[in-house]
């Protein structure tokens, strides 16, 4: 199947999460903006790309309706019902929902922005790791947009 392309973006692409969005801070989602949908559902995957082949999931949600914005400070409960329905996932802390960037002291790290945009509720179970949606999204993604990147070092 065919993708569409999605725009992602956040207040500070290409450039420094603010500490709120941090460890070091409040440790709270940021807001994400989402253009040229033309799907029902969405789902994020927000990673730091430590190695040619090693990703950290920061966060997974699935299951929501598209919407051109997602508000910052989603609650971290595996189902949601404010301020939309939506599932999350196990992020690779073991914790379910957002954990922002907290690399190692010294280390500058780069974390992508990840949407993508399904035709159907993919149904799998809330607290599921990165692998079960990734499978899940398998013949469902018709949209896709990865272009918000950001950084962080402590």
């Known amino acids: 199947m065919e993708t569409e392309n999605l725009f992602i973006s956040i207040d500070f692409d290409k450039g420094d999460f603010p500490r709120k969005h941090t460890c070091d801070g409040e440790d709270i989602s940021p807001v994400i903006h989402i253009d040229r949908i033309h799907s029902p559902y969405l789902a994020i995957i927000i990673d730091d790309r430590i190695g040619p082949s090693e990703r950290f999931t920061h966060w997974l ?4 309706e598209s919407r051109p914005t997602i508000p910052e400070k989603i609650p971290r409960a595996a189902v949601i019902t404010e301020p939309f329905t ?3 996932g196990t992020n690779d802390f073991g914790t379910t929902g957002y954990r922002g960037p907290c690399p190692p002291k010294g280390e500058v790290h780069t974390y992508y922005f990840n949407v993508y945009g399904l035709d159907a509720i993919l149904g799998i179970p809330p607290g599921s790791k990165r692998d079960v949606l990734e499978k899940a999204m398998e013949g469902h993604m018709v949209q896709y947009g990865g272009q918000a990147i ?5």
Request: net charge neutral.
């Open 61 to 64: 949600i699935w299951d929501f």
């Open 86 to 88: 939506a599932v999350q």
């Open 150 to 154: 950001a950084t962080y070092s402590r």
